[in-house]
């Protein structure tokens, strides 16, 4: 099997209509990664070493797209939609190539479980000559039933077409198969488009293969593998089978989950055993999180790195680039984007840092901020090992505080602070006798006179 070339031809070419948007329907995302996406991992996970992508509506943003999550795939356009055994030929030249297998898929199955793949290319390693993938719905009507014998594939009967005692039958066509290389562009050459619609189908080349003596044989997948997808309903809950099924996945691989059904996953969070998630938790893409770590309610995560023991949130927002060391600390309220929190220092709450560095066991007041753009550019701030900075501080970029420096509560720091020295950065308090109360009988007789002239409270 391992020997075996293996082409994946991913049909991608639909209008998606009925997903009422100007985005080609298979960009759209399950767990942060365009469907497609998800179609071309499972394909590469079941040993599929080449892709062809056949694309047609948003061909440009198809092929910008394909750039990140298929450098290495060919695309194809397919001009006029003739039908699904039109679209696979217009891979003509890729499938010509001589792989031993060639797996057509589409681009709208996104939960398509790569065991499932991989059990149709050892069939076709047995020596069957097309195998098609089957799945049995909770209603299998308007799906198009496989007729078998003597466990052999006949045909793929729609549903219209279909005799009464065919109509009971309940193992349907998921539209995914498994053809031969070397049978594969004599069956598609072959489909004929004398139907009512004039158009190619790629289910003919079963009664094709069948009339030329070949082995054509149905496999099965799940419900949930062959779920295709057609409109944002059937999008969310794609989206919720791919969390519950990640959830599970990492519950098992010793994470805990307080209230799983409320935590969500990107397709590559990478979270260590023994961390703590607890509930209303969103994971964007490009998080790493190490072992031991706590990660608190309604925090929001995306770009992060996060080693071992460190304590985040609750309601905290770690943006790209925020890069948490051993036990570091990001309380409630505070935001991190592009900055590094060195080993056990802490940023507490309500505060901000951008484009910076907190040294080692550092401790960042409440309502403290790095001031980090002017409008035009970015500017990074540094904060010493052992600094202290005091509540509602704001630090103006490029700065730099020393080791054990040490910044005064409501200061407004715009020079760089040497070693362990004590810096203020705020006006001299001044204090009037008398002065409070003055105001308050000065502001309230403002305000009966606006109310008698007006007759209005406001």
């Known amino acids: 099997m391992s020997q075996r070339s293996c082409l994946s031809v991913i049909l991608a070419a639909g209008e998606g209509t009925r997903m009422k948007s100007v985005l080609p329907k298979v960009l759209h995302q399950i767990a942060g990664l365009p469907m497609v996406a998800h179609v071309v991992k499972a394909a590469e996970a079941a040993g599929a070493g080449s892709q062809a992508l056949v694309i047609g509506h948003g061909a440009d943003e198809m092929r910008k797209a394909a750039a990140k999550f298929a450098p290495k795939a060919e695309t194809f356009v397919q001009e006029k939609r003739l039908g699904t055994a039109h679209a696979v030929l217009a891979a003509h030249d890729a499938i010509s190539k001589g792989y031993d297998d060639i797996l057509v898929m589409f681009g709208d199955t996104p939960l398509i479980d790569a065991d499932a793949l991989t059990v149709a290319r050892l069939k076709l390693a047995e020596g069957a000559a097309v195998v098609v993938i089957g799945f049995r719905p909770p209603s299998p009507t308007g799906y198009g039933r496989l007729i078998e014998k003597d466990g052999k594939l006949v045909a793929i009967r729609e549903e219209k077409d279909c005799s009464e005692e065919e109509r009971k039958i309940t193992f349907c066509n998921a539209g995914m198969m498994a053809v031969a290389g070397a049978h594969a562009l004599k069956l598609l050459d072959a489909v004929g488009n004398k139907n009512a619609k004039g158009e190619y189908y790629l289910t003919d080349i079963v009664e094709i293969a069948g009339a030329r003596g070949l082995d054509v044989i149905a496999?099965?997948?799940?419900?949930?593998?062959?779920?295709?997808?057609?409109?944002?309903?059937?999008?969310?809950?794609?989206?919720?089978?791919?969390?519950?099924?990640?959830?599970?996945?990492?519950?098992?691989?010793?994470?805990?989950?307080?209230?799983?059904?409320?935590?969500?996953?990107?397709?590559?969070?990478?979270?260590?055993?023994?961390?703590?998630?607890?509930?209303?938790?969103?994971?964007?893409?490009?998080?790493?999180?190490?072992?031991?770590?706590?990660?608190?309610?309604?925090?929001?995560?995306?770009?992060?790195?996060?080693?071992s023991n460190c304590d985040v949130g609750p309601f905290a927002r770690l943006r790209p680039g925020a890069d948490l060391k051993r036990k570091a600390k990001v309380g409630n309220f505070c935001e991190v984007k592009q900055a590094v929190i060195e080993e056990g220092a802490k940023v507490n709450h309500l505060t901000y840092i951008g484009d910076a560095r907190v040294g080692a066991g550092a401790n960042i007041g409440a309502g403290t901020i790095t001031c980090n753009y002017d409008g035009y550019s970015k500017f990074f701030t540094d904060i010493g090992e052992g600094a202290f900075v005091g509540s509602n501080s704001s630090l103006v970029a490029p700065v730099t505080i020393g080791k054990g420096g040490y910044i005064a509560s409501g200061s407004v720091i715009t020079e760089s602070v040497p070693e362990d020295a004590l810096a203020f950065g705020r006006a001299r308090q001044k204090t009037i006798p008398g002065k409070g109360k003055e105001l308050r009988e000065r502001f309230a007789s403002a305000a009966a006179a606006k109310k008698k002239a007006t007759g209005s409270d406001h």
């Open 219 to 307: 496999t099965e997948a799940s419900f949930e593998s062959a779920l295709g997808i057609n409109n944002r309903a059937e999008l969310a809950q794609a989206e919720g089978i791919w969390q519950a099924r990640r959830r599970h996945e990492v519950m098992l691989s010793g994470v805990t989950l307080i209230a799983p059904e409320t935590v969500y996953f990107s397709h590559d969070t990478e979270i260590g055993a023994d961390t703590i998630v607890e509930p209303n938790v969103w994971f964007g893409p490009g998080v790493k999180i190490a072992t031991g770590a706590k990660i608190h309610a309604f925090s929001h995560i995306e770009g992060a790195t996060i080693a």
